[in-house]
């Protein structure tokens, strides 16, 4: 069986007090309960009694015991609600499929389906409709670390592991280096373009950026009692750094051969460095 979480969220992401009946939809002076209809709350409850008909309290180790229940056949388990419950669930790998129903309204205040801090998470998009009143149905699949999925952005982070399964991805530093005695040609934008583009598809893509010209570079050497500011390039050179990008790549080979292409792309020379 597969199992889904199924949560009422609003557009800031609070799930508290959806249906605004209890003392729970209140606590921490929350204020703005029955945004949604239907009840629900995020607080998880260990119950050693059950207070309902045909229900089975897990004991002893939970993600075994979820795992084995998993593997018996069946169509579907469902959590409903539950916050702290299905941050456990996704932290302990045992969710298959995400169902957010995201209620247009914005509340400002109220408990958070996820708070600003916590493990990263990527997530491939299974399927999304909304109805007529704008609430949309979103279920997700999770997909492993967010940084394994070429996200836009630099971190210290030399390499990551996607939980689904995936190799440990090296991170590389691809230098673009021009000359200034001969310079590659300039017309070449459409097709880096349309390079970058393929990198972000396959996931390679971490980070690019072109550099302007070296007389607009500045050296800063603080070293001594007082800072020196001197215009210009560190070292005078016909070649020169043009542009970077930051690639995630199963091993060398495959930066390699991506650098190659990025070569001819370019009409410059490349320079591949793994970060440590």
């Keep these: 069986m597969k199992l889904t979480t199924v949560t009422h969220v609003t557009i800031d992401g609070v799930m508290q007090g959806n249906g605004g009946a209890s003392d729970e939809d209140r606590r921490n002076g929350f204020e703005r309960g029955g945004w949604a209809p239907g009840a629900g709350d995020d607080e998880t409850r260990t119950f050693i009694t059950p207070r309902w008909e045909d229900t089975t309290v897990l004991r002893g180790d939970l993600a075994a015991a979820i795992s084995e229940l998993k593997a018996k056949p069946g169509a579907e388990l469902q959590v409903h609600g539950s916050g702290i419950l299905t941050r456990w669930l996704l932290e302990n790998d ?12 914005i509340l400002g205040q109220g408990a958070r389906l996820f708070p600003e801090t916590g ?22 699949r999770p997909a492993g670390r967010a940084v394994c999925k070429g996200l836009k952005s630099l971190t210290t982070e030399p390499r990551c592991h996607d939980t689904t399964g995936d190799d440990l991805q090296m991170r590389y530093l691809v230098s673009v280096i021009d000359d200034k005695s001969n310079p590659g040609s300039t017309d070449r934008r459409p097709a880096i373009s349309a390079f970058n583009e393929r990198l972000i598809t396959e996931g390679y893509w971490v980070f690019a950026g072109g550099l302007a010209d070296t007389d607009a570079a500045t050296v800063i050497d603080n070293r001594g009692e007082q800072a020196v500011f001197s215009d210009g390039p560190f070292v005078e050179s016909k070649e020169y750094l043009a542009g970077v990008w930051v690639w995630e790549a199963p091993d060398l080979d495959v930066a390699l051969k991506l650098a190659a292409e990025a070569s001819k792309v370019c009409d410059r020379k490349i320079e591949v460095r793994p970060f440590l």
Excluded: C, H
């Design 94 to 105: 045992l969710v298959d499929e995400m169902m957010l129903i995201v209620i247009p309204v």
């Design 119 to 140: 493990p990263d998470l990527a997530l491939d998009l299974v399927e999304s409709r909304v109805d007529s009143k704008g609430v949309t149905i979103q279920v997700y």
